[in-house]
């Protein structure tokens, strides 16, 4: 067993600043609305906010495009009100992890707009610059992740700069020593302040060769993690997850093996492009396919059984709601909205509930692409339409699948724009406000709210669900998703009915009898029958009675 640290029985939360509460009427969420909702989160019990950038940003990706590492946006207010939420959510038990965003910086962070301009100031070395090639096009011909080619040219210094995003996004140059200082200063800044640690933004390309080609998880990568947890993050008790989208259970424990002194858990990303088509990509709708997305889980399961840690998710603001995604938005909403909680809760890892997804907040039906502000969803329409896909087309694959979805307001209330903001929200209320917020929610006698929070609990007070080993039950079921989890004498098992139709399944001798339920969609169940019978989406979590 590990040694026990604090995130080992604790859930975070994700805020995503922009859309989370407006204090200020301008239509943008900010920290003083964080703060104003502290108690929200701290009656669903978690141990730690994952804070979307709110570093001084140009916006043109919503914050992950940083201009002052050490100062914050003032459309999200100040650092007074940054050390007042990190104290505020410190009273109340909960931590604050920070969004580190450093494969690449701001092209209007100083330290860029000195390299831009001339070939002999230290700063210049912080980007990755390469000459022109023959004709005086780019080196090479990478596209960039958000559109368009990955290389600009700079007419200044005569170089191209290399950008795995957007051109407004140049990568820093982690081959550079004094570059990595840097930023490990300002790391150990920002802890100073009393914050709970970082989530990592696409940290695996920070070891990249561009000259080989190589972005994700290149050749100094984990040189570089190690040098920082050296610098930075050795003797300090906070939290490390690295995001990734390239991680495999072949490199998994690279990052977060217990031996491996770099971070304590992946966001890995191979049970959510499951969903994504194989060669057309997130934009072309595909069925979600159960079995696989199973697989895809539990592998991971199984690579954290004895070493490293997990982080569980189905949503963040890369991603469409989980409840229209993976299940149903509909008549069913309420209870699947549960069930996908009932399955992430109990698995082995620290598990993330995305702002909305405790209340089963749902996809957007945006009907025209000026509807949409993400910029990868606009660059991806410009790219595809000249293609030649019909605009109808692509539409309905970003009504499934665009970033927008998790991004529209928080659903606080039925107050005009569910009680976001008394202004004009920076991106279009989801209309069903009126019907999904927070406060209706939590006045229904089994609200989702109150599902979470039994999750939530059930981890702190069980060390079977923080602990426990898990082993996947029926892994070829095309419907229903089950596990067991065990430690020592203790067993507990999830069935999880993921279709909309009623199911029934034989059930082998071992797993009937006598049960007690800890967590339930439609009816606490005092035993399992040979013949489970599970309503549509229907989960039940329980353990043996004694
Ligand atoms: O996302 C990583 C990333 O690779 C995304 O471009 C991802 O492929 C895409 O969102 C899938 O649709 C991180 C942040 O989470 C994202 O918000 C940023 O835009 C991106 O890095 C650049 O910082």
Not at 71 to 84: C, K, N, R, S
Not at 401 to 419: E, V
Not at 484 to 499: K, P
Request: proline share 6%.
């Amino acid at each position: 067993e590990p040694t026990e640290r604090w995130w080992h029985r604790a859930t975070g939360y994700q805020v995503y600043p922009r859309s989370f509460a407006d204090s200020d009427g301008d239509g943008m969420g900010d920290i003083p609305g964080i703060i104003s909702r502290l108690g929200h989160l701290s009656d669903l019990g978690i141990g730690f906010i994952w804070l979307s950038p709110v570093y001084a940003s140009p916006m043109i990706d919503n914050g992950y495009d940083i201009s002052d590492y050490r100062d914050i946006a003032p459309e999200f207010g100040t650092l007074d009100d940054m050390d007042q939420l990190i104290a505020s959510a410190r009273e109340r038990g909960i931590g604050i992890v920070m969004d580190l965003v450093v494969n690449h910086s701001s092209a209007l962070h100083d330290w860029f707009k000195a390299a831009r301009a001339s070939r002999d100031c230290p700063e210049h070395g912080y980007y990755i610059w390469r000459d022109p090639a023959a004709d005086g096009g780019p080196p090479d011909d990478a596209r960039a992740a958000f559109g368009g080619p990955a290389w600009t040219f700079v007419p200044e210094v005569g170089q191209y700069y290399f950008h795995y995003f957007s051109p407004a996004q140049p990568d820093l140059n982690w081959q550079n020593r004094a570059l990595r200082a840097e930023i490990y200063e300002m790391m150990r800044w920002w802890l100073d302040r009393g914050i709970a640690g970082f989530r990592m933004d696409v940290i695996s390309l920070i070891g990249k060769d561009v000259d080989a080609r190589i972005y994700e998880e290149g050749p100094d990568l984990h040189r570089f993690l190690q040098e920082m947890h050296r610098e930075v993050l050795s003797g300090r008790d906070v939290l490390t997850i690295g995001e990734s989208w390239s991680v495999s259970t072949e490199t998994g424990l690279l990052y977060c093996g217990r031996d491996r002194d770099e971070l304590d858990m992946v966001f890995e990303f191979s049970h959510i492009r499951e969903g994504w088509h194989p060669e057309l990509g997130k934009f072309a709708p595909k069925p979600f396919d159960l079995v696989a997305f199973k697989r895809a889980l539990f592998a991971w399961q199984d690579l954290t059984s004895e070493d490293g840690w997990h982080a569980l998710f189905l949503s963040n603001h890369d991603l469409p709601r989980q409840v229209s995604f993976y299940a149903d938005d509909g008549a069913h909403r309420c209870v699947a909205a549960k069930t996908l909680a009932t399955v992430l809760h109990l698995l082995k890892g620290t598990p993330f509930v995305y702002q909305g997804e405790e209340i089963g907040m749902t996809n957007a039906r945006f009907e025209r692409i000026d509807q949409y502000r993400d910029l990868e969803t606009l660059n991806h329409f410009e790219e595809q339409i000249a293609q030649g896909v019909e605009p109808e087309v692509f539409l309905a694959g970003a009504n499934r699948n665009s970033r927008d979805h998790s991004r529209t307001p928080m659903q606080w209330s039925a107050a005009p724009q569910g009680g976001f903001t008394t202004g004009t929200p920076w991106i279009e209320t989801n209309p069903n406000f009126t019907e999904i917020n927070v406060e209706a929610d939590l006045a229904h006698p089994e609200s989702i709210f109150a599902h979470y929070r039994r999750l939530i609990r059930l981890r702190q007070e069980n060390e079977i669900v923080a602990f426990g080993q898990t082993t996947q039950l029926m892994p070829d079921d095309p419907e229903i998703l089950a596990f067991e989890r065990r430690l020592g004498g203790d067993r507990i098992v999830v069935f999880a009915n993921f279709s909309d139709r009623v199911q029934t399944r034989a059930l082998p001798a071992e797993l009937t009898g006598p049960v007690h339920c800890l967590a339930w969609t439609h009816a606490e169940r005092e035993a399992l029958a040979g013949d489970l019978v599970l309503a549509p989406f229907e989960s039940i979590a329980c353990r043996p009675a004694a």
